[in-house]
């Protein structure tokens, strides 16, 4: 369960800017908005203290029974406090009033008959509270105000850690009532380590800011998310299913050789071996549309099957005017003692080269953690699942991505200021060894992205 933990110190001087800014982030946490809330209250003894000659009891009292007056009615909340029955009993904890709607006048009346008396089992008290939410099977909220430092023998950061494993979305919220930093500092550990807000309260004013910052922004509904842009669809300009024995007139193929491609109802079949693909002088079968991709944004993807058995295999698609000058898309293969297969972007501009790789699947020398079993099944994948090739413009920015079930991968960007030659499609081997590379193609799209 991954949280954003949020420590702050409300002091006099700032809590009410601080107070709103928490009460932001109490909504963030607040998941969907439905889980319930318990409010523990410390009744100890010493919440006879006075601040500004008055009780801490009766500062509590009365700000309780504003502040949650401006809970939602829909909501639950409940009362816990503990040490208000006896003076030296650790197990001096009770539920005053289950979780329940509409709480307003009746925790105001439960609030004003709790006369403060024993010990600090503030520890105890918050689990009892959680155990009381059922914190292990749904999201639920716990907010603790105490005066004091556990004194029963408990380690309240030890909870945390416990309700934070096994809790199902659970946050305790700590407010020190009138703590000093260093005390603070002891207790503020069980928020932390739930991912709540320890807030430290000086007074009336800033107790009602710290309660509203956490027991009714926890109450409140997560604000919305504003919807997202809506984005014209991408229209596809240029789509060859490669039906039927040729391929359709506005093909071309540089450097022929009939004997290495074959179009066959639905696929386009292209053979090649030895060093070849678009940065070889005289690579065989470089198959080339001749027009233009539109203007502005688009999308130029290659699918289909690709054999790549020779471990230095290469699947093309860019826009290609010569082996010196050219962008594209490249899916290789790098087999031996490390293997990897992976995707780049290579752009030429008079014979310089710039490029980015990324790795699908490696197997060492820095590639990856993979094992080469998982490598080769990749490979085997290749050859018997569709994959897509995608060469992918942006502005004057250009990117590559390969997608095959669970994999989707894409490059960093390069930037080519004026694009030269045609969509192209080409195979090859990056390094010549024994064997053919394959790839069936069985579909080529543009997509305009205006």
Do not use: W
């Given at each position: 369960m991954t949280k954003t933990i949020l420590k702050t110190a409300l002091m006099t001087t700032a809590a009410l800017a601080v107070g709103a800014g928490l009460t932001m982030s109490a909504q963030a946490r607040a998941a969907d908005g439905n889980e319930n809330i318990i409010l523990v209250l410390d009744a100890s003894g010493s919440m006879w203290g006075q601040i500004d000659g008055?009780?801490?009891?009766?500062?509590?009292?009365?700000?309780?029974?504003?502040?949650?007056?401006?809970?939602?009615?829909?909501?639950?909340?409940?009362?816990?406090?503990?040490?208000?029955?006896?003076?030296?009993?650790?197990?001096?904890?009770?539920?005053?009033?289950?979780?329940?709607?509409?709480?307003?006048?009746?925790?105001?009346?439960?609030?004003?008959?709790?006369?403060?008396?024993?010990?600090?089992?503030?520890?105890?008290?918050?689990?009892?509270?959680?155990?009381?939410?059922?914190?292990?099977?749904?999201?639920?909220?716990?907010?603790?105000?105490?005066?004091?430092?556990?004194?029963?023998?408990?380690?309240?950061?030890?909870?945390?850690?416990?309700?934070?494993?096994?809790?199902?979305?659970?946050?305790?919220?700590?407010?020190?009532?009138?703590?000093?930093?260093?005390?603070?500092?002891?207790?503020?550990?069980?928020?932390?380590?739930?991912g709540g807000q320890y807030l430290a309260a000086a007074d009336a004013s800033t107790l009602s800011d710290a309660l509203n910052a956490t027991v009714v922004a926890a109450a409140e509904p997560a604000p919305q998310p504003e919807p997202e842009p809506v984005r014209p669809a991408a229209k596809s300009v240029f789509l060859d299913e490669f039906e039927g024995e040729a391929l359709g007139e506005h093909w071309v193929v540089i450097n022929e050789d009939q004997d290495n491609y074959v179009v066959d109802n639905g696929e386009l079949i292209l053979v090649n071996s030895g060093r070849s693909g678009l940065r070889e002088q005289n690579s065989k079968n470089i198959v080339q549309w001749q027009s233009k991709p539109p203007r502005g944004d688009w999308d130029m993807t290659m699918t289909g099957t690709f054999d790549m058995a020779t471990g230095r295999d290469s699947g093309w698609v860019g826009l290609y005017e010569d082996k010196d000058n050219f962008i594209a898309a490249h899916l290789w293969t790098n087999t031996g003692h490390c293997s990897a297969v992976g995707v780049s972007i290579i752009k030429r501009v008079k014979g310089e080269e710039s490029s980015f790789q990324a790795n699908i699947l490696g197997s060492g020398c820095g590639w990856g953690n993979a094992s080469k079993a998982d490598v080769n099944k990749l490979l085997g994948d290749l050859a018997e699942n569709p994959s897509a090739v995608t060469l992918s413009k942006r502005g004057r920015k250009y990117f590559a991505n390969f997608k095959q079930d669970t994999f989707d991968v894409s490059t960093e960007e390069l930037t080519l200021i004026r694009s030269k030659g045609k969509p192209t499609l080409a195979m090859g081997q990056w390094d010549g060894r024994k064997g053919d590379t394959t790839g069936i193609v069985d579909r080529f799209e543009i997509k305009s992205q205006k």
């Open positions: 008055k009780a801490k009891i009766e500062i509590a009292r009365e700000t309780i029974s504003d502040v949650l007056g401006n809970i939602p009615q829909d909501r639950a909340v409940g009362l816990m406090a503990y040490g208000h029955r006896h003076k030296n009993q650790c197990d001096d904890i009770e539920l005053v009033m289950p979780p329940q709607k509409n709480i307003g006048a009746a925790i105001r009346n439960e609030v004003n008959a709790i006369k403060p008396k024993g010990k600090t089992p503030l520890t105890l008290a918050v689990r009892e509270a959680a155990n009381h939410l059922g914190y292990e099977d749904k999201a639920a909220t716990v907010v603790l105000v105490t005066d004091g430092l556990e004194t029963c023998n408990q380690d309240p950061c030890a909870l945390g850690h416990e309700l934070e494993k096994s809790g199902t979305n659970f946050t305790t919220h700590v407010i020190g009532f009138g703590l000093s930093e260093e005390e603070g500092k002891q207790v503020s550990c069980l928020a932390d380590n739930t």
